[in-house]
């Protein structure tokens, strides 16, 4: 609480400030806003979250509260009392910063392809370090832009130095299941590891979590935007060299890596530098495609229902809703790091229910599917897999479904999703670091 007192002192000396407001109405303002905030509190907010909610409710006081938010920076300060309306550009430098993080990926992966013996042949280790490769000079660049002190750059290289022992000291038998996970798996442990050094080591914080997976939402947005340049570039570039004999394909070889690479960490240089120009994109795309979801996901419930084929789904098939799932949860996650939580519910929140509904459905017939196939064939590292991603989705659409059906009824405020979301995101980096660490040792390497 020491924390809150001396925000609301803060508050009160600069609405204290202002010509027009008297001692004694700044007295009753700031009553009013320690009800507000003992409200909040008593709604599970945590004591900063109720001070800014509290703040954002001062209606008279709006404009005081926006040039009081001017003059401070955060990013919640920014999204509860200015609604991103007025919010400062933030500045475009730090490019160098970014470029040497970007350029030593792009070099590390070249140098570790020539160490391989490509093209020539390409060893299982290669593949099972593809994320180390990178990801590491992303973190050492949330690192330095944060100022982390030398204890927190200990602690953001810890995970990446684990992962690399795990994955190399490992006897895994040459191309079997148990090397192709971790190549799959050990990504996505070593992103959300990178969410340590971007939230400054604040790892308890919610609001830097739900910070972290708008990060990630914007930084998908902006890597598929450079993909799609890149294509362009290298089509064009073939369509020009190929008249004077020139294997454009030869120089793809060598130059997607690197420029796949480098671009990890533009992107994420992108996502700090051009915060606004995405912000502003992701209402836009979560109203879009939100729906589209959300009808392709019903229909496809129902058939499936209807029809009775679900029974009949081939690993192929399994593997596209596995995907699938993914990709709604990814949708819902931004969405819901991109909606103003003092909002109230409205017809964006029921589609959304809509979709995770219909995902939920499938989910469970994914999951049905999944057990009669262990049931026969016994378990592998892929059902094993598979089935564990399945369970965590089941168990986060369920619990998103029942909270947003809570929020929608008037029976649980919206940040209750949100915290739902932020306290479950350590278990989507336990499962794929179990499928990294132990699946392996169950099943000797196979």
Same mark, same amino acid.
């Given at each position: 609480m020491d924390r809150v007192e001396s925000q609301i002192a803060e508050w009160r000396a600069y609405v204290t400030k202002a010509p027009a407001v008297a001692d004694r109405d700044v007295d009753e303002?700031? &009553?009013?806003?320690?009800? $507000? =905030? @003992?409200? %909040?509190? *008593?709604?599970?907010?945590?004591?900063?979250?109720?001070?800014l909610?509290?703040?954002?409710?001062?209606?008279?006081?709006?404009?005081?509260?926006?040039?009081?938010?001017?003059?401070?920076s955060g990013r919640l300060w920014k999204q509860l009392v200015l609604g991103g309306e007025d919010e400062a550009v933030r500045s475009s430098g730090g490019w160098f910063e970014a470029l040497v993080?970007?350029?030593? &990926?792009?070099?590390?992966? $070249? =140098? @570790?392809? %020539?160490? *391989?013996?490509?093209?020539q042949d390409e060893p299982g280790w290669l593949?099972?370090?593809?994320?180390?490769?990178?990801?590491?000079?992303?973190?050492?660049?949330?690192?330095?832009?944060?100022?982390?002190?030398?204890?927190?750059?200990?602690?953001?290289?810890?995970?990446?130095?684990?992962?690399?022992?795990?994955?190399?000291?490992?006897?895994y038998r040459p191309g079997s299941a148990t090397e192709l996970l971790v190549a799959l798996h050990l990504p996505?442990?070593?992103?959300?590891?990178?969410?340590?050094?971007?939230m400054d080591g604040t790892v308890r914080s919610h609001e830097r979590r739900m910070d972290f997976v708008r990060f990630t939402g914007e930084w998908v947005i902006y890597y598929v935007l450079i993909a799609l340049g890149g294509g362009v570039l290298l089509m064009l570039t073939g369509a020009i060299l190929d008249p004077i004999g020139v294997e454009?394909?030869?120089?793809?070889?060598?130059?997607?890596p690197s420029?796949?690479?480098?671009?990890?960490?533009?992107?994420?240089?992108?996502?700090?530098?051009?915060?606004?120009?995405?912000?502003?994109?992701?209402?836009?795309?979560?109203?879009?495609?939100?729906?589209?979801?959300?009808?392709?996901?019903?229909?496809?419930?129902?058939?499936?229902?209807?029809?009775?084929?679900?029974?009949?789904?081939?690993?192929?098939?399994?593997g596209v809703f596995d995907a699938l799932m993914v990709v709604v949860l990814g949708l819902v996650l931004y969405a819901m790091s991109a909606r103003d939580p003092s909002r109230p519910a409205g017809l964006m929140d029921r589609v959304q229910l809509l979709a995770v509904g219909s995902a939920l459905l499938l989910d469970v017939m994914v999951l049905g599917a999944m057990v009669a196939r262990i049931g026969d064939l016994g378990f592998t590292p892929n059902r094993t897999a598979a089935l564990g991603l399945n369970l965590v989705l089941l168990v986060n659409l369920a619990g998103t479904a029942w909270l947003s059906m809570r929020f929608l009824g008037g029976r649980a405020p919206?940040?209750?999703?949100?915290?739902?979301?932020?306290?479950?995101?350590p278990v989507f980096a336990a499962w794929p670091a179990t499928v990294v660490a132990v699946l392996p040792l169950v099943f000797a390497f196979t």
């Amino acid at each position: 609480m020491d924390r809150v007192e001396s925000q609301i002192a803060e508050w009160r000396a600069y609405v204290t400030k202002a010509p027009a407001v008297a001692d004694r109405d700044v007295d009753e303002l700031e &009553a009013h806003l320690r009800d $507000q =905030i @003992a409200e %909040l509190g *008593a709604a599970d907010l945590t004591a900063d979250e109720a001070f800014l909610v509290a703040v954002k409710r001062m209606g008279d006081l709006d404009s005081l509260s926006r040039e009081f938010a001017r003059e401070h920076s955060g990013r919640l300060w920014k999204q509860l009392v200015l609604g991103g309306e007025d919010e400062a550009v933030r500045s475009s430098g730090g490019w160098f910063e970014a470029l040497v993080p970007a350029v030593g &990926a792009a070099v590390t992966v $070249q =140098i @570790a392809r %020539l160490a *391989a013996g490509f093209p020539q042949d390409e060893p299982g280790w290669l593949l099972r370090n593809a994320g180390l490769l990178v990801l590491p000079f992303l973190a050492a660049y949330f690192a330095r832009r944060r100022r982390l002190d030398a204890r927190r750059w200990l602690l953001t290289a810890a995970p990446f130095v684990l992962a690399a022992l795990v994955v190399n000291l490992y006897p895994y038998r040459p191309g079997s299941a148990t090397e192709l996970l971790v190549a799959l798996h050990l990504p996505v442990v070593l992103w959300l590891a990178v969410a340590y050094p971007y939230m400054d080591g604040t790892v308890r914080s919610h609001e830097r979590r739900m910070d972290f997976v708008r990060f990630t939402g914007e930084w998908v947005i902006y890597y598929v935007l450079i993909a799609l340049g890149g294509g362009v570039l290298l089509m064009l570039t073939g369509a020009i060299l190929d008249p004077i004999g020139v294997e454009v394909e030869r120089i793809a070889e060598w130059v997607l890596p690197s420029g796949a690479a480098g671009a990890v960490i533009v992107a994420a240089w992108l996502v700090e530098s051009k915060q606004h120009v995405v912000e502003n994109m992701a209402p836009v795309l979560t109203m879009l495609f939100t729906p589209l979801f959300a009808v392709m996901l019903t229909v496809a419930a129902v058939t499936y229902v209807v029809s009775g084929v679900a029974a009949a789904f081939d690993r192929e098939l399994l593997g596209v809703f596995d995907a699938l799932m993914v990709v709604v949860l990814g949708l819902v996650l931004y969405a819901m790091s991109a909606r103003d939580p003092s909002r109230p519910a409205g017809l964006m929140d029921r589609v959304q229910l809509l979709a995770v509904g219909s995902a939920l459905l499938l989910d469970v017939m994914v999951l049905g599917a999944m057990v009669a196939r262990i049931g026969d064939l016994g378990f592998t590292p892929n059902r094993t897999a598979a089935l564990g991603l399945n369970l965590v989705l089941l168990v986060n659409l369920a619990g998103t479904a029942w909270l947003s059906m809570r929020f929608l009824g008037g029976r649980a405020p919206f940040h209750r999703v949100e915290r739902w979301q932020t306290r479950y995101l350590p278990v989507f980096a336990a499962w794929p670091a179990t499928v990294v660490a132990v699946l392996p040792l169950v099943f000797a390497f196979t």
